[in-house]
């Protein structure tokens, strides 16, 4: 299937364009390479970007839309709420606990720069903010370990750097 670009006038296929639920195919009517670069200039514009501004100024203002906005706040604070409640907080007394049980060093690799506290066992998959649950790992080796449930506290860091892990 293909489709033809309305400002460029080429003929590419489906993929090349980005889906829009309001056109009659489900397809946007410019390819992804005009649509990005209308975008850049729009944004590069001071009159557009005021324009913009204004409009949206007007439309904050109208009563029937306070409500939509109030919503939409509301529902984005239940939802942080939700996740503080699951994940807990950690103080900066625990968190300094947490440093001080390991040696102010990342349990994997043992830098002892950009250092944050991990959840052994994922928040996602049930785990608690609690001292047995946490563990000190620097910033690159806690976005490797995602949401993986990885005990770094009783493997020694030789083998931690090792990538079979």
């Given amino acids: 299937m293909s489709r033809k670009c309305t400002k460029c006038e080429k003929t590419l296929g489906l ?5 829009d639920k309001k056109s009659k195919d489900g397809y946007s009517y410019w390819c992804n390479s ?33 409500e939509k906005i ?9 939802k942080i709420a939700k996740a503080l409640k699951i994940a807990g907080f ?8 947490i440093y001080t ?4 060093k990342c349990l994997a690799c043992g830098s002892d720069t950009f250092l944050t506290i991990d959840h ?11 001292d047995d649950n946490l563990q000190t790992l620097c910033r690159s080796c806690n ?23």
């Fill in 15 to 19: 993929i090349f364009f980005y889906k």
């Fill in 34 to 66: 005009c649509r990005k670069q209308n975008v850049r200039e729009h944004r590069i514009d001071p009159k557009y970007r005021r324009k913009q501004m204004e409009w949206n100024n007007k439309w904050r203002i109208k009563i029937e839309n306070r």
């Fill in 70 to 78: 109030l919503a939409i706040r509301r529902k984005s604070q239940r």
């Fill in 90 to 97: 950690i103080t900066k007394e625990k968190r300094k606990e």
């Fill in 101 to 104: 049980r390991d040696e102010f």
């Fill in 120 to 130: 052994i066992n994922p928040i996602q998959k049930g785990g608690k903010t609690v």
């Fill in 143 to 165: 976005s490797k370990k995602q949401n993986k449930m990885i005990d770094y506290r009783f493997i020694p860091v030789s083998i931690a750097n090792t990538p079979s892990l």
